[in-house]
Nanobody, 123 residues
């Protein structure tokens, strides 16, 4: 049974930082590219960042480029999202997801999903 469990969300002031983690189990982690998506209230789920199987390649949405960094530790079966210079518009539930292919930018292209962690950025 595949499980992706996100952690690290919370309330932060604008300009602050948070580091999200996503621990994977039940799959051969290094065989999957990993993405982060987010969904704000009343909006569709949107792509945030992607990382290739060994972490050599990354891709970011324009809205987070230069502020967010995705990374992974295959020895720990974990993917991270370091979020700096947070803005109120970054407020959303953040989801990690796994896919065989890289890069994948659409939710429908992901094989497995976590349940999400809430990030709230106050102004």
């Amino acid at each position: 049974q595949v499980q992706l469990v996100e952690s690290g969300g919370g309330l932060v002031q604008a300009g602050g930082s948070l580091r999200l983690s996503c621990a994977a189990s039940g799959l051969t982690f290094s065989s999957y590219a990993m993405d982060w998506f987010r969904q704000a209230p009343g909006k569709e789920r949107e792509f945030v960042a992607a990382i290739s199987w060994k972490g050599a390649r990354t891709y970011y949405a324009d809205s987070v480029k230069g502020r967010f960094t995705i990374s992974r530790d295959n020895a720990k079966n974990t993917v991270y999202l370091q979020m700096n210079s947070l803005k109120p518009e970054d407020t959303a539930v953040y989801y990690c997801a796994a896919t065989i292919s890289y890069p994948v930018f659409i939710p429908g292209g992901m094989a497995y999903w976590g349940k999400g962690t809430l990030v709230t950025v106050s102004s």
